[in-house]
Each structure stands twice: as C-alpha cells, then as structure tokens.
C-alpha cells in the first residue's frame, strides 16, 4: 500500500511538472477548466475527506500467576522385579 501511494504521489508530481505528459493523459477531450487530480494535486487543495484511522487494539494488562512448585520424590524398588505372581508350578 506504500509502494502504491508513493508511486500515486510521483506520478501525479510528474504530470503536474509536465503539461504536454498531462494533455497527453487526457486525450483529446482536454479542457481549460478542469478540476482532475493533476489539478487540484499541483494547486494544493485538500479534501475535507477523513483518512481511514485504524483504531490501536485494546490491550487487558494480566499478570501471570506462576504455578507452584511440585517435587516429585523418585525412590528405587526394593526388588529387581517386583513379586506380582507366585513362583511357577512346574
């Protein structure tokens, strides 16, 4: 969108300077009067036209509340396998 209204801005600059390029945009139904944007642009005149104003997002300040600390207490077996079952019977 910038590289768009720079390029607006020069172009409109460039027919302003050059009154030949400007009839050229017109064609043949050029007029002495006319009120184009080449125009008004070169005379400086502004439109009582508001620009588009984005609105600044609304921001919520929270503060994060940390979770408390949980240790977990690892202990080894007691066995190498653990007696879930009898010995075999046979």
């Known amino acids: 969108m910038a ?3 720079a390029t607006l801005i020069l172009l ?3 027919l302003v300077a050059s009154p030949p390029l400007h009839k050229h945009v017109h064609g043949e139904t050029a007029v002495a009067d006319d009120s184009c944007a080449v125009v ?3 005379q400086g005149v502004s439109l ?3 620009s588009a104003a984005v609105p600044a997002p609304i921001t919520v300040w929270a503060e994060e509340v940390a ?3 949980v240790e977990v207490f690892v202990v080894t077996p007691r066995y190498l396998r ?3 079952r009898g010995p075999p019977l046979g």
């Open 3 to 5: 590289g768009g209204t």
């Open 12 to 14: 409109l600059t460039a």
């Open 67 to 69: 979770a408390p600390i």
């Open 48 to 50: 009582a036209v508001d």
């Open 40 to 42: 008004l642009f070169g």
């Open 82 to 84: 653990q007696p879930e």
